[in-house]
């Protein structure tokens, strides 16, 4: 059975599971360089328009395998020292990944997100949790930092400082209900409503224009970054002109309405 499940549940909808349900979907090896490779076919695949990520049976992703981590491809003759560096180099290139593909993508959190497991949820677009969710920055229980793949990066930019320092620094459980409070999911749902509360989101998302929606994501994220409001609004209007100059979709948006039916943007 394949450790990364691809799906097309919906039109233009990819459900990437990952699909190690005995060990909570840990992130071995043999579980992780598949799903990069799942993530970069879905991204390169021009009919999926929204990516979806969950995990099977009742956990999301339980973090790194500390029993059966699998084995790091392409490390032999190397040292110890740097085989560490090459595990954490792939390990981070599944979070860039992740981050960047051009398609939105919800993470749909069916159960525990512990450790790097949080990571991957933190670096989806959109986080939808079910009510049995539960997150943890684990590192730190295990005399590590809790700081990896991203953490300490994306999320006191979810949640804020204060809240991100002591939900780090203490290791302790996030559950659902304080999850959707903070602001760390967008909405919890009941576990048996969420893939549908995901496709749901997905479908509206695939009605828009495809570059509205990308540079959308990009401004987001690019938003994370900016060094001041000024630099970003910049941005922000070079893509705005973009999309309205190189297409006629504001023009068919004005048509539909008046017309009173969904606009078919053909970009």
Not at 36 to 47: C, F, P, Q, W
Not at 171 to 192: C, F, K, N, Q, Y
Not at 219 to 236: I, R, T, V
């Amino acid at each position: 059975m394949p450790f990364v499940l691809i799906d097309k549940p919906r039109p233009h909808v990819a459900l990437l599971t990952l699909n190690r349900p005995e060990r909570m979907n840990a992130m071995a090896f043999d579980v992780m360089v598949p799903f990069r490779d799942a993530l970069r076919e879905v991204g390169a695949d021009n009919d999926v328009r929204v990516v979806v990520v969950t995990g099977a049976g009742r956990g999301f992703c339980s973090g790194a395998d500390l029993e059966s981590p699998g084995r790091v491809p392409g490390i032999d003759g190397l040292t110890v020292p740097t085989i560490a560096l090459r595990s954490m180099e792939l390990l981070d290139e599944v979070v860039r990944t992740l981050r960047g593909l051009h398609q939105p993508v919800i993470a749909a959190v069916n159960g525990p997100a512990i450790g790097g497991g949080m990571c991957l949820a933190l670096a989806a677009d959109v986080r939808i949790a079910a009510d049995t969710a539960t997150f943890r920055a684990a590192g730190i229980n295990n005399g590590l930092t809790a700081s990896e793949l991203g953490l300490s990066y994306l999320l006191p930019r979810a949640i804020g400082a204060s809240r991100a320092f002591e939900i780090m620094l203490s290791g302790r459980d996030v559950d659902a209900a304080e999850a959707d409070r903070i602001g760390l999911v967008s909405r919890t749902v009941p576990g048996d409503k969420l893939l549908d509360a995901c496709y749901e989101l997905a479908e509206r998302v695939t009605g828009f224009s495809r570059p509205g929606v990308e540079l959308t994501k990009r401004m987001l994220w690019s938003s994370l970054d900016a060094a001041s409001l000024n630099a970003h609004m910049d941005h922000e209007g070079l893509a705005q002109l973009f999309v309205r100059l190189t297409t006629r979709n504001f023009e068919e948006a004005v048509q539909a309405r008046r017309e009173n039916r969904p606009p078919d943007f053909r970009d």
